[in-house]
């Protein structure tokens, strides 16, 4: 028993990266206090909150964090084995609840890697799925998502959201 836990303690040893070997990124304080209901809080980090895509401090300060947190994963013997199990696991095809709108049938569907899920539409339950909106299509990167879909009650007409240009993107950008 004894040697079964060397073992495993010489394993743990050598497959992981000592934390010393991290050379953390400095995060500057400011001194923000807040107060509320009359007591005052310090919130040294406030400037963190400011939306990174309009802070160049912020952008900055999380490019230094991506930084040291991909070399030290990057690092890892096990990385690429892991990934590639996860992705394994993940990869298979994923349906959503079927619902039905006027005649119509509706269902999202992913094939198992894909970003978004997509929404098919059936003329019958027999019929052939066809394409209704694919969210995939609408960036480079495939990350802007579908944010809602809304059908009237016969099923003629559709209304569906994605998030602002000016936060992730949205159809054609």
Partial sequence: MRRLFLLAGLLTMTTTLPAADIDYVKTRRTDHVDTHHGT???DPYRWLEDDVRKSKDVAGWVEAQNQVTFGYLEKLPQRETVRKRIEELW???KFGTPFKRGGRY???KNNGLQNQSVLHRLDSLDGKPEVL???NTWSKDGTVALAGTSFSDDGRHMAYGWPR???TGGPGT
Avoid: L, S, T
């Fill in 40 to 42: 005052k809080v310090p």
């Fill in 91 to 93: 990869n298979y095809e």
């Fill in 106 to 108: 509706y269902f999202y």
């Fill in 133 to 135: 909106i694919d969210p």
């Fill in 165 to 167: 240009p000016d936060q």
